[in-house]
């Protein structure tokens, strides 16, 4: 019987019949709520065959001693998952793409509205009893930078056309067609951060976009410009951007993602009016959740059904 441990914490949460799917296909399941360190995943995974996985760390330390024929990503971004060194050992590594784009797309127009508008100050400052009004800035009709074209990217754009915003992007490789589609126009990096009213990330996070967004890229910003990361926090060097914020170099920045998660928050860094943190909670949608759930573990039966050369 294959043995398949499960990581996820929303896994199966809007979902309860899929307990039954594995049963009826003979997998024996371990749900382990993570994320776990590196020496309770890695004693997991030597008697496992399968992982599905979150956002837990799987280090090559996890894998040089892992049974597992296939680990799957609850989710799409594999950046938690040494998959080079997965595939040396001859482990397939898969995700599962699309399933929470909307959802991503959603939450990333919730905080450029929140952080335009400081709706989190104003709530903070009635719940505590105060009435106090706060002037902010409208996103309707402004020059929104999207930093990534791929789905989520997209789905970005269609809704910056219902703020009727005139669109910017930036992309290693560009898709013409979807420019021409959804009515944006491609420049270079300095071009779209100078731009721009409002620049949202979803790059993928590689060597090459680490810190894609340092204290360089900050200076190119206009001093009334918004930053939202829905994407990973590496892709943007977070020392830089606190002292951008606390010496007003630009208007305020959104953040559901850090460089280490959960983050460690400078003490000074709390009482300003021009951040809004979030606890990567962009894809936490219950369709997304889900999709997720059902997607995932798809992959993984579908694998088992195929056989281990084969294709799902």
Not at 227 to 249: H, M, Q, Y
Request: glycine fraction near 8%; charged fraction near 25%.
């Amino acid at each position: 019987m294959p043995r398949v441990i499960i990581t996820p914490r929303s896994y199966g949460m809007y979902s309860p019949d899929i307990w039954d799917r594995w049963e009826k296909a003979g997998v024996d399941v371990r749900y382990e709520p993570g994320p776990l360190a590196e020496e309770r995943l890695s004693e997991l995974l030597r008697d496992a065959d399968a992982l599905l996985v979150g956002t837990d760390a799987v280090t090559r330390r996890v894998l040089e001693e892992a049974g597992v024929r296939v680990i799957v990503k609850y989710g799409v971004g594999l950046d938690n998952i040494d998959a080079e060194y997965a595939a040396r050992k001859g482990i397939r590594v898969l995700n599962t793409p699309g399933v929470n784009t909307e959802a991503v797309a959603d939450y990333t127009f919730g905080l450029m509205l929140a952080l335009a508008r400081k709706i989190p100050a104003s709530h903070a400052d009635l719940m505590r009893g105060e009435w106090k009004k706060t002037t902010g800035l409208e996103i309707w009709g402004k020059t929104i930078g999207i930093l990534g074209t791929g789905a989520i990217g997209k789905a970005v754009a269609r809704r910056a056309k219902g703020f009727n915003m005139r669109i910017l992007a930036w992309d290693k490789y560009p898709d013409p067609a979807a420019a021409e589609e959804l009515g944006f126009e491609y420049a270079d990096l300095e071009s779209v951060l100078r731009r721009s009213d409002v620049i949202s990330l979803h790059v993928a996070l590689t060597p090459e976009t680490k810190h894609l967004i340092g204290a360089r890229e900050l200076e190119w910003m206009k001093p009334n410009a918004l930053l939202v990361n829905t994407a990973r926090g590496g892709i943007v060097d977070e020392d830089a951007l606190f002292r951008a914020l606390k010496e007003r170099c630009i208007a305020g920045a959104a953040l559901d993602v850090f460089g280490q998660e959960p983050p460690v928050l400078p003490d000074w860094l709390r009482p300003l009016d021009n951040i809004i943190v979030t606890p990567h909670n962009a894809a936490s949608s219950v369709e997304a959740v889900i999709r997720m759930t059902e997607q995932s573990t798809e992959r993984i039966l579908e694998f088992f059904a195929a056989g281990t050369n084969a294709d799902p």
